[in-house]
Nanobody, 122 residues
Framework: QVQLVESGGGLVQAGGSLRLSCAAS????????MAWFRQAPGKEREFVAA????????DYADSVKGRFTISRDNAKNTVYLQMNSLKPEDTAVYYC???????????????WGQGTQVTVSS
């Protein structure tokens, strides 16, 4: 099992950048696929990005391709989400998630953090 704690959220103007971090506990972090999801007020949670256990494979939602980058540092048990060119529609609570299945299987993430708020002002 793995515990996840997100950080790095905040308020930023449109066009700005933020980097989210997710620190994981447990010695088996490097065996998990990791992902970021987000949930805006009144909307369902949606997939943002995922990365394979090795970092060699990534997957992005169309809405963030070219603007967001997911990465991981297995030595630090941490996954990151670099968010550039932020838009007001990126405003949401961002959640880190882990899975012991293939990273592209978006429905199979079953370990979740508590979330971090990202607010983009226009």
């Amino acid at each position: 099992q793995v515990q996840l704690v997100e950080s790095g959220g905040g308020l930023v103007q449109a066009g700005g950048s933020l980097r989210l971090s997710c620190a994981a506990s447990g010695r088996t972090f490097s065996s998990y696929a990791m992902a970021w999801f987000r949930q805006a007020p009144g909307k369902e949670r949606e997939f943002v990005a995922a990365i394979s256990w090795s970092g060699g494979g990534t997957d992005y939602a169309d809405s963030v391709k070219g603007r967001f980058t997911i990465s991981r540092d297995n030595a630090k048990n941490t996954v990151y989400l670099q968010m550039n060119s932020l838009k007001p529609e990126d405003t949401a609570v961002y959640y880190c998630a882990a899975s012991n299945k293939a990273y592209r299987r978006r429905l199979d993430y079953d370990y979740w953090g508590q979330g971090t708020q990202v607010t983009v002002s226009s």
